[in-house]
């Protein structure tokens, strides 16, 4: 079992929606991280947060908000997708805040735009 | 761009098969890190190494650390159907990890 847990499993959105992807772990790592996986393709990330603060933004559509709620929690707030946008979207988290730890990652919510 | 190159893309053998795959760059980093992701999770570490020329071992898995770290590579001995996934491999970038572009193994009963 992932010590980190991201809920919902699968989600299947309309571009007028807004929803939420959360994420949670209890293992008092400092930093937390999301990602942004195509099939057949590696993660790619799209936001870091070090310390409960954003710290890298690769350039993401503001139509995706992340929220560091605290230091356990992780969320990305989802407005007005594309089909496009449609991936396995994976959180992970990582010790000490540095960028470079080891990332414990979770199992991922399959979303598709509709 | 600091790239990682992985090779190959994709393998589909027998099991009980040996097979290697390669993690290459143009730049030395300073330590390196597997990953297995299998279908429907999220990767898995599944080894760290730090020092040129390196070896370390995880069963049926031996990774190599290159003597000048700029490549890495993953034996495995005996493939089994569970070895089945995406292989990672990822180094340090400016401010993240850097993931290989993977490859995808497969292995038939």
């Known amino acids: 079992d992932t010590e980190v847990t991201q809920t919902p499993k699968h989600l299947v959105m309309g571009m007028t929606n807004k929803k939420s992807l959360k994420c949670e772990q209890h293992?008092?790592?400092?930093?937390m991280y999301w990602y942004k996986q195509k099939a057949k393709k590696p993660p790619e990330l799209m936001f870091v947060?070090?310390?409960?603060?954003?710290?890298i933004n690769e350039s993401v559509p503001s139509r995706f908000s992340p929220e560091c709620p605290n230091s356990s929690l992780l969320n990305l707030h989802l407005h007005a997708l594309q089909p496009e946008d449609s991936a396995l979207y994976l959180c992970?988290?990582?010790?000490?805040?540095?960028?470079?730890?080891?990332?414990?990652f979770g199992n991922g919510t399959r979303l598709t735009v509709t | 761009t600091q790239l990682l190159e992985q090779s190959p893309q994709f393998l589909s053998i027998q099991e009980g098969e040996n097979l290697t795959v390669y993690c290459n760059s143009s730049?030395?980093?300073?330590?390196l890190q597997w990953y297995r992701q299998e279908p429907g999770e999220g990767p898995v570490l599944l080894v760290t190494?730090?020092?040129?020329?390196e070896v370390k071992k995880l069963k049926r898995l031996t990774f190599q650390f290159g003597d000048a770290r700029k490549d890495s590579s993953l034996h495995i001995t005996a493939a089994q159907p569970g070895d089945t996934g995406l292989y990672l491999c990822?180094?340090?970038?400016?401010?993240?990890?850097?993931f290989g572009q993977g490859t995808r193994l497969t292995i038939n009963p």
């Open positions: 992970a988290s990582s010790q000490g805040g540095s960028y470079n730890s080891p990332l414990h």
């Open positions: 190494v730090v020092t040129g020329g």
């Open positions: 947060y070090s310390y409960e603060k954003l710290s």
């Open positions: 990822a180094k340090q970038g400016a401010q993240k990890l850097v």
């Open positions: 293992m008092g790592h400092r930093a």
């Open positions: 730049s030395v980093f300073s330590s």
